[in-house]
């Protein structure tokens, strides 16, 4: 939830020119203020943008995942509102479904990571601990998976991660995932509505099933993934922020002479 009182954002609400945010449910606290105009240029939604990094994608072997798997990946917090244990009980369950050897990789370190190496885990899953080369990860899988019910979820970068590295995901509907995963062509993946803030691992598993059973899907969603990637890219971000500094200081600047009160440009909003 937002920390600010509903007082300051008042006071930095005359002081703004421009509001960005990067999910929908950032305008929570200017709603309930009375603040937000959804038909003003005054609140814009860009994504969060992220450096191409360096890709070296890992040898299957050198994990012992065998090279002709369907293998899943998911890089985030090892806490139980990630969806780690649904996404090792929607994997089983579509082993059943399936004749494919369907592996899951689960990179980070938690509560959850620390457990499962006590207690152990199915042959399938592979604990990677915590890495700093989790998009190398993603480009050893075949897709992403992040069965997230954190309900402070807004823009998770781990989902541009795996879309830099050509990856697209399933995911759970919370956020702004679904816009993440949207291009022109259809979803990048596919996205799975909670019920009750739970995830029903029979759709996940079914979801698993389908694109481990069937390359083209999987070939199609790849191409969309790196279409949506586009997006995200740090240049394409800064310049769609230079953009909206100029304008606003343009504006700025045939303001009459008089004005009291200076307006910052720009103000990001990404409050929870």
Not at 143 to 168: C, D, V
């Amino acid at each position: 939830e937002s920390t600010a009182s509903p007082e300051n954002l008042r006071r930095a609400d005359q002081q703004v020119s421009t509001w960005v945010y990067t999910a929908d449910k950032n305008l929570g606290p200017f709603i309930e203020q009375g603040l937000h105009d959804a038909y003003s240029p005054r609140f814009v939604k860009l994504p969060n943008g992220m450096e191409p990094p360096v890709i070296n994608p890992l040898h299957r072997r050198d994990v012992g995942i065998p090279d002709d798997a369907f293998v899943l990946c998911c890089a985030s917090r090892a806490i139980r509102d990630k969806g780690w244990a649904e996404s090792i009980e929607a994997v089983a369950r579509a082993r059943m479904m399936t004749d494919r050897d369907i592996r899951l990789m689960l990179v980070g370190k938690g509560e959850l990571h620390d457990e499962y190496s006590r207690t152990g885990v199915p042959d399938f899953v592979s604990l990677m601990g915590f890495r700093e080369n989790a998009i190398d990860f993603y480009a050893a899988a075949d897709m992403g998976i992040l069965l997230t019910t954190f309900k402070s979820e807004s823009f998770p970068l781990t989902i541009i991660e795996g879309l830099l590295a050509g990856r697209p995901f399933l995911a759970t509907d919370v956020g702004d995932i679904r816009g993440m995963l949207s291009t022109a062509r259809g979803l990048a993946g596919d996205v799975i509505d909670l019920v009750d803030w739970r995830v029903p691992v029979d759709r996940a598993a079914e979801a698993i099933a389908r694109h481990a059973s069937h390359p083209q899907i999987v070939q199609a969603a790849q191409a969309r993934a790196a279409e949506a990637a586009q997006r995200f890219h740090i240049d394409r971000v800064a310049a769609e922020y230079v953009a909206l500094f100029e304008r606003d200081v343009d504006a700025s600047s045939r303001t009459r002479i008089g004005t009291t009160t200076a307006r910052l440009p720009i103000a990001a909003w990404a409050a929870a």
